[in-house]
């Protein structure tokens, strides 16, 4: 395709060079005989000739088909200009204005309007916000690859590196172990993924058993052994003061207070901790393995249900650049039959205590040897018709768990959870999704020896006036306090 630009300005004339050449016969139409020359001894293709004229834009061979981008600094009339090129023939026009904001609003309600008379056909663009997105892109890598570096070179002289994982880790935690191993340059001898309780969900061994992901079990006294200690996709906090430092902490939820670390990346606008690797992979040209991609790829998708729930542009970056790297018939294999027996048997026992009214659906699961049988039964309750809001909980070894899933677009569910249940235990998530855990004992203490049914009913009154007022988080933490 041909393009010619009627351009004064060198810089953006080089700036334009650079970046339409490789996709267009791109020539610049210029005023300045010195200007000209300097193009054409770099190998640019440039024509002295005045914008204003007919005769110009014929000698440059002008069609109808010619991308004819007009720079618009300001300080001229561009009526002369584009109608000279209407009459030469030419009907493709863009104006490509390159001045400060106000200036370009007032030269747009001066003259739009009789260009647009002129040629019916003409497109307005600005070239900061050409640029922007670029320009930010590669600001931002610039930042991670100082940031990745800075870390390499901490752990690059650790003989032994603790990459730990949270309890029962999701396909999230285990491919964001794998990626920071890869970016760490280390071997599973040198770098040890574990977590102080392991994987027991059926597609989380799945996953670990197709990719060969190694979790060992580690303990507090031994962390102790080790020269650096990484956290992905948790925050120290989780582990209540058990580990003796933190090294580096790489995780997409919100972040919490109460501990220190030497690096740590924590956007919690990401959808997934492997997202933030993918991004530390690239800003170092690291070379990706199918083995890796195909990890990080099914956590991406897993941990965002498909880009269903806290999805960011970035996610979908990372996935689209994943994809041609990883192996998608594996990826179907981990995924397999998720539904069971026994989950079908806990979304049964959930509906039992089930309280739907104005959307949310609160259940109690009574006690349960599996924490992943309460977010999963919230994630499944959550199809259900008229359902926006789930609210899941259940007893897993003395601690009632909660899990809150909805559509995404309504209050922020972390902020629930943590106005109800901040001040007994830890609490926290999302805007759809977040988990409390709480002692047995503190819940009755603030909120009485409830049936399973009561404490279904309870908690979904809390959801319906969190959702109902504005400042129902403030006023929740103040009924709580009271104990009412």
Known sequence: MRALAVCQDELVIRTLHRVLSGAFEIEFLVESRPLGKRLVDDGVTATIADPKRVDSYLRADLTPNTCVIVEDSGQRSLKRVVTAIRDAGGSLVYILHVAGKSKRRGAERRGQDDMRSVVPEVTHLDLSELLAPSLTTELGRSLTRARVQQYQRYFEDADRVLILLHNEPDPDALAAGLALRNLLRRTRTTAIIAAMQGVTRPENLRMADLLDIQVEIVTADEMAGFDRIATVDVQPHYFGGMLPRVDLVVDHHPEQPGYTAVFKDIRANYGSTCTILTEHLRAVDVNISERTATAMLYAIKSDTLFFARQTNRVDLEAFTFLYPLSDPALIRKMEG?????????????????????????????????????????????????????????????GQLIVSVRNLGYSRNAGEFVKAVFGDIGSAGGHRAMAKAVVPVERFRGKFGDLSGVGIAARIGELAEEFLAEPNADKKIAAKSEMGQ
Do not use: C, M
Request: zero cysteines; charged letters at 25%; glycine letters at 4%.
């Open 337 to 397: 039959a998720e539904i069971t027996i026994e989950r079908l048997e806990h979304v049964t026992r959930a509906l039992a205590t089930s309280r739907l009214r104005n959307q949310v659906l609160s259940a109690f699961l009574g006690e349960t040897t599996r924490e992943d049988f309460i977010p999963y039964t919230a994630d499944f309750l959550l199809q259900v018709e008229d359902v926006k809001w789930t609210i899941v909980s259940g007893i897993v070894g």
